[in-house]
């Protein structure tokens, strides 16, 4: 597995007291980890094979599944458990068979709480991973409404 | 006799008219039946299998290969807002992507 995006820039010791934490969990392809609208519990960090994260869309008149974005090994998702309302706001599945390290809620912020030197750093990382998705997605939507506008003033 | 080798002279001029029109009759339907029988979309050079593929021009696209197409779009539009993420400018928030929806 890449260095985990999760445990960035922590010294090995405390990585690897955080990524103690994590349950492994195993899925088969096709299998659903989270649907939209699901409770938000724990955050889910990849350790093998891939996590497609999808939407519904009205398409040819019936809901469909579309994916707007795919997870590889290292990468933390499910970052709507760390925000309330607590609810997953999409549907992940394992196109392939995946390993995964899950990370209760309560379980992260008690040990944050009791290791703040390590929770520092770890919530700058989380910090970091929601950021990074808003900006991508601030600058797609920027893109489409750009497209729309142009397309309309044709 | 006589009578016999009249009927008989009647039926092969008969047969004789009947042949010629018929011949002449399907000189003149040939090109109009073969007209009638290829659709438009064969004349048009469509390909079709058995006649039961719908034609490709102006068929409604199902909501698989509009997902597939979505999916593509996507991909290709989220990897160019990472470029941006990484090295943010006007410019490569406007770089355009090969995906035909975008068009």
Known sequence: MPPPDLVHGLPAADAAAVLALGVP????????????????????LIRSGRISLALPMRLAGRDQDVVVEEYEPGHTLGWSALIPPHRFTLTATAPLATSLLEFDRERLRAFCAAHPAI???????????????????????????????DNAHA | MQLFLMVLALSLVGVLVSGVLFAAASR???????????????????????????????A?????????????????????????HQFPSVEALRTP???????
């Open chain 2, 60 to 84: 409604p696209v199902s909501a698989d290969v509009l997902a597939l197409q979505i999916e593509r779009h996507v991909r290709l539009e989220q990897a160019a807002a990472e470029r941006f």
């Open chain 2, 28 to 58: 003149e339907a040939q090109p109009a039946e073969r007209a009638a029988l290829v659709s438009p979309a064969i004349a048009a050079g469509e390909e079709r299998f058995f006649m039961m593929r719908p034609p490709v021009s102006g």
């Open chain 2, 97 to 103: 992507t090969l995906s035909p929806l975008a068009g």
């Open chain 1, 25 to 44: 969990r195993e899925l088969s392809p096709g299998e659903v980890l989270f649907r939209l609208g699901d409770r938000a519990d724990a955050v889910y």
């Open chain 1, 119 to 149: 929770g520092y750093p770890l919530a700058l990382n989380i910090a970091a991973v929601v950021g990074g998705r808003l900006q991508v997605f601030q600058a797609m939507w920027l893109r489409e409404m750009q497209r729309t506008v």
